[in-house]
DNA sequence: ATTAAATAGGACAAAATTGTCCTATTAATA
DNA sequence: TATTAATAGGACAATTTTGTCCTATTTAAT
């Protein structure tokens, strides 16, 4: 369903706000050890996120990834699944016809546009600050 | 959502369908360039179509591809993706956790849960014929 | 029997995704 | 100011997915 690169993405995101949400600054490392990634391709995505203002990252000593408190309510999960995978999973043909529509749909097209419109509205509707306390409440994990 | 494989695969079969419905064996090249598809690649995810008795073949001159009248029925979209891609999509945790599960779930488990099992269940219900009719019909294409 | 047209399948190639490594830059602190 | 700990980012490597090519096998028709 998703890359893993978004995979990675999302559950880093959940673990930073979990954090952020205890006023914990956290860096690299302890994200990747956290939700069991590789780190330098973590580090990648991370720079993604933070370039699509998911996260925020401070530079040099005592520096790491948080969010803001506020934003930690207003993130969605899209956000996250479209900075790193693009749309495509809400809008594009299953059957990866580029002119499909509407108008002239594929034969999947209508099956498949309300599990996709079921899924991004799912996504739209979920804040990281609602699977950041989960997980804070221990009812849910992010390793293995 | 599914790999181009199982695009092409589904496409494929659906052409094959369609053909079947009215009493044509169809070739390779024909359905490559039916659902516009690069020949040796659709030869190979045929193979796969056929060792999963999704499609028959018929090797030698005048050979090609169909499926039987009655089988046309039975085959549901579910067994076109279980065959190419596996059942990561309906089974798999959306986190890419291995241990995820009801009773140590990932945090967006049951949200996840929700729409994979909306999609098994749609792709378990709908069966190569109705798709290859709407197409006979001339509401739906598979090509571009 | 020979030929031609088709699928089957192995080996290879290209492209995309996933993952690593190194250096530059930044900022806190001794 | 020097050192240390952190992110940013470019270049590279490994793996997976996508795609190609060639040969063997099968079957119909001449």
Same mark, same amino acid.
């Given at each position: 369903m998703f890359s893993k690169a978004c995979e990675?993405?999302i559950? *880093?995101?959940?673990? &930073?706000?979990?954090?952020? +949400? @205890?006023?914990?600054?956290?860096?690299?490392? @302890? &994200? *990747?050890?956290? %939700?069991?990634?590789?780190? $330098?391709?973590? $580090?990648?995505? +991370?720079? #993604?996120?933070?370039?699509? !203002? %998911?996260? @925020?990252?401070?530079?040099?000593?005592?520096?790491?990834?948080? &969010?803001?408190?506020?934003?930690? !309510?207003?993130?969605?999960l899209?956000? &996250?699944v479209? $900075?790193i995978d693009? !749309?495509k999973i809400f #809008?594009g043909?299953a059957?990866?016809?580029?002119?499909?529509?509407?108008?002239?749909?594929?034969?999947?097209?209508?099956?498949?546009?309300?599990i996709r419109?079921?899924l991004?509205?799912m996504t #739209?509707?979920?804040? %990281?600050? @609602?699977? $950041?306390?989960?997980?804070?409440?221990?009812?849910?994990?992010?390793?293995?």
């Amino acid at each position: 369903m998703f890359s893993k690169a978004c995979e990675y993405g999302i559950r *880093a995101t959940i673990y &930073i706000a979990m954090q952020s +949400l @205890e006023k914990n600054r956290v860096n690299l490392k @302890e &994200i *990747a050890a956290a %939700i069991d990634s590789p780190v $330098a391709f973590t $580090a990648k995505i +991370l720079q #993604k996120l933070v370039k699509n !203002d %998911i996260v @925020e990252s401070v530079k040099g000593a005592h520096g790491g990834f948080q &969010i803001d408190r506020v934003h930690i !309510d207003s993130i969605k999960l899209n956000q &996250i699944v479209s $900075a790193i995978d693009g !749309d495509k999973i809400f #809008k594009g043909c299953a059957l990866g016809l580029h002119h499909c529509n509407e108008s002239l749909p594929c034969p999947v097209h209508f099956k498949f546009k309300e599990i996709r419109d079921n899924l991004e509205q799912m996504t #739209k509707e979920t804040s %990281i600050y @609602e699977l $950041a306390t989960g997980l804070e409440v221990g009812l849910t994990f992010l390793k293995r």
